[in-house]
């Protein structure tokens, strides 16, 4: 079994930064606009983004927003980008974002469903909740591509990095054990949002989720 990755650890950390050579800008553009057009942001909107990196959603949404990204690795850092580890609680008070992105994050926290709680928190009443994560991909060959790459590409990755391939083991098994798109949504309800939904995208390589604050 490999070792479990401590919330702010060296390793945590590591992988975010690591994370950032993998992605498919194609993919992720993608992704962001699928959330953006969801969401639908107007002109003015509180925006908090958990696992900003570097804000590359924001070309995504209408200017003139309010945004306010938050992300684990340091070199993210800048003006409208905090770097703090969420495990422990969102550093923001009562009420004050109007949308909360969360991009690939919940997977690796701790108790997603005590940060679900803490996002409920943060939006203010009739504030927008969207969630991109992992998922079980459903498109026949590429789900055993992904696994391959999962479980054979992802841990020697972190080896060179960080010298540390047990961690980056966890890190894909703690994907691949993460709530399906399902039973997310039930987790999702019960920390208090309504009108929840979601759609798979990428043939379910990730599931975008959506919730209000009423």
């Known amino acids: 079994m490999a070792a479990k990755i401590a919330p702010a650890s060296r390793e945590l950390t590591a992988f975010y930064t690591a994370r950032t050579a993998w992605r ?51 070199e993210f850092a800048g003006p409208d980008v905090l770097i703090q580890d969420i495990s422990n609680g969102i550093p923001f ?69 960080t010298g540390d391939a047990e961690s980056y083991q966890y890190l894909v098994e703690s994907i691949r054990k993460f709530a399906r798109p399902n039973a997310f949504a039930e987790m999702i309800r019960s920390a208090g949002f309504a009108r929840v939904n979601w759609q798979t995208l990428s043939g379910g390589i990730v599931a975008l989720h959506s919730g209000w604050r009423l």
């Open 93 to 161: 008070p009562d009420g004050a974002y109007d949308f909360v992105f969360c991009i690939e994050v919940l997977e690796h926290v701790p108790n997603p469903y005590g940060t679900l709680g803490e996002i409920h928190r943060v939006l203010k009443p009739g504030g927008r909740f969207l969630c991109l994560e992992f998922s079980v991909v459903d498109v026949p060959g590429l789900d055993r591509l992904y696994e391959l790459f999962s479980f054979k590409v992802i841990p020697p990755l972190g080896r060179a990095v």
């Open 24 to 74: 498919s800008p194609r993919e992720e553009r993608m992704r962001f606009r699928k959330a953006a057009r969801l969401a639908r942001v107007p002109t003015g909107a509180a925006v908090l983004d958990i696992g900003a990196r570097d804000a590359g959603l924001r070309g995504f949404l209408p200017p003139g927003v309010k945004y306010q990204g938050i992300d684990i690795a340091p």
